[in-house]
């Protein structure tokens, strides 16, 4: 088939594992899984799906050499996804790392239609899961990496803070240098930085999306308190779940679910505020290929290491936010 992506270049799939991959239910269930989770869903946020992202970063992994496992990997790295993404960190408790999905990986594989494409086309799972194996794929932060880079530059041309061209130039001077993903040039590194930190700052991090995301958490720790859902409910899909939820005939947890709306304000509030809640920060430093030798861009231009780190000196810890209703 021919994957028409709407950002890069688009690429032919000709590899059938990678075709099985695509058709199984626990993949297509990403359609219905949304980057932003509850934002996307409440037209906050574009609606961007999980199964777009994986294609992009499977189209990035292959486009820099990757090997089919590594492909396999790529496509196989957001499986575990719960509905609204990463709002079940914020139930779980677990905002700052933001690792749910990745906590619950190995089970909800187990449990998919997925092991028995695999076993059909003579793949390892254990080794196709580990998405660490594979340095194309993950990089510990704040390097560069097919899915940090998908997910980022998705974002920015949705977000306004990039054009298709700039995206493109990017790319340009992107390259392998000891198995990860680098640039050749300083001052790509350098918008590259610069633009994730806008995006973090305009969505990741927003002091708004974050207080949407802890007012959904809270109206699900609620469901889960009255036994309307249960925890395995987190792997329906983004629409399924938010059904489940709007049928609770209960007026409190009704009036809690109000509040998931774009018209609810969040103002910061030192003094009584409605909650305080922290998020995972996020930014980059990437690596420059200058004379065979990888420097990162904080080495090599000290103003962008002060505004990373004063980024994220200002901005960790917790959000007094007072929830003001539509």
């Given at each position: 088939?021919?994957?028409?992506?709407?950002?890069?270049?688009?690429?032919?799939?000709?590899?059938?594992?990678?075709?099985?991959?695509?058709?199984?239910?626990?993949?297509?269930?990403?359609?219905?899984?949304?980057?932003?989770?509850?934002?996307?869903?409440?037209?906050?946020?574009?609606?961007?799906?999980?199964?777009?992202?994986?294609?992009?970063?499977?189209?990035?992994?292959?486009?820099?050499?990757?090997?089919?496992?590594?492909?396999?990997?790529?496509?196989?790295?957001?499986?575990?996804?719960?509905?609204?993404?990463?709002?079940?960190?914020?139930?779980?408790?677990?905002?700052?790392?933001?690792?749910?999905?990745?906590?619950?990986?190995?089970?909800?594989?187990?449990?998919?239609?997925?092991?028995?494409?695999?076993?059909?086309?003579?793949?390892?799972?254990?080794?196709?899961?580990?998405?660490?194996?594979?340095?194309?794929?993950?990089?510990?932060?704040?390097?560069?990496?097919?899915?940090?880079?998908?997910?980022?530059?998705?974002?920015?041309?949705?977000?306004?803070?990039?054009?298709?061209?700039?995206?493109?130039?990017?790319?340009?001077?992107?390259?392998?240098?000891?198995?990860?993903?680098?640039?050749?040039?300083?001052?790509?590194?350098?918008?590259?930085?610069?633009?994730?930190?806008?995006?973090?700052?305009?969505?990741?991090?927003?002091?708004?999306?974050?207080?949407?995301?802890?007012?959904?958490?809270?109206?699900?720790?609620?469901?889960?308190?009255?036994?309307?859902?249960?925890?395995?409910?987190?792997?329906?899909?983004?629409?399924?779940?938010?059904?489940?939820?709007?049928?609770?005939?209960?007026?409190?947890?009704?009036?809690?679910?109000?509040?998931?709306?774009?018209?609810?304000?969040?103002?910061?509030?030192?003094?009584?505020?409605?909650?305080?809640?922290?998020?995972?920060?996020?930014?980059?430093?990437?690596?420059?290929?200058?004379?065979?030798?990888?420097?990162?861009?904080?080495?090599l231009d000290p103003d962008f290491a002060r505004h990373r780190t004063a980024y994220l000196s200002e901005n960790?810890?917790?959000?007094?936010?007072?929830?003001?209703?539509?």
């Open positions: 088939m021919r994957y028409l992506d709407r950002i890069y270049a688009d690429f032919e799939i000709d590899q059938p594992v990678l075709l099985d991959l695509m058709q199984t239910r626990a993949m297509q269930r990403l359609h219905g899984v949304l980057q932003h989770g509850i934002t996307g869903l409440i037209g906050i946020t574009r609606p961007t799906s999980r199964f777009e992202h994986t294609l992009g970063v499977m189209g990035l992994v292959r486009h820099f050499g990757g090997t089919l496992d590594a492909q396999i990997a790529a496509l196989l790295h957001d499986i575990s996804h719960t509905a609204f993404s990463h709002v079940i960190d914020y139930v779980v408790d677990n905002h700052d790392h933001q690792s749910y999905h990745e906590d619950k990986k190995a089970w909800s594989v187990a449990q998919s239609d997925v092991p028995a494409v695999l076993v059909q086309h003579g793949i390892d799972l254990e080794t196709v899961l580990h998405e660490e194996n594979f340095a194309l794929l993950e990089q510990p932060a704040p390097r560069l990496c097919a899915d940090r880079l998908d997910y980022f530059l998705r974002d920015s041309v949705d977000l306004g803070l990039a054009t298709l061209a700039e995206v493109q130039a990017a790319l340009d001077h992107l390259v392998v240098a000891d198995g990860r993903i680098v640039t050749d040039e300083v001052s790509v590194a350098r918008w590259l930085a610069e633009t994730y930190i806008a995006a973090d700052q305009k969505s990741w991090a927003n002091f708004r999306e974050v207080g949407v995301y802890e007012v959904t958490a809270r109206a699900i720790r609620s469901a889960l308190h009255l036994g309307a859902i249960t925890e395995v409910d987190f792997w329906l899909t983004d629409a399924e779940l938010w059904c489940k939820l709007c049928d609770i005939h209960d007026d409190d947890f009704q009036r809690q679910l109000a509040l998931i709306s774009p018209d609810t304000r969040f103002e910061r509030d030192e003094v009584s505020p409605t909650f305080s809640v922290s998020t995972k920060l996020r930014t980059i430093d990437p690596d420059v290929l200058i004379d065979g030798r990888l420097y990162t861009l904080s080495e960790t810890g917790k959000w007094p936010m007072r929830v003001v209703k539509p």
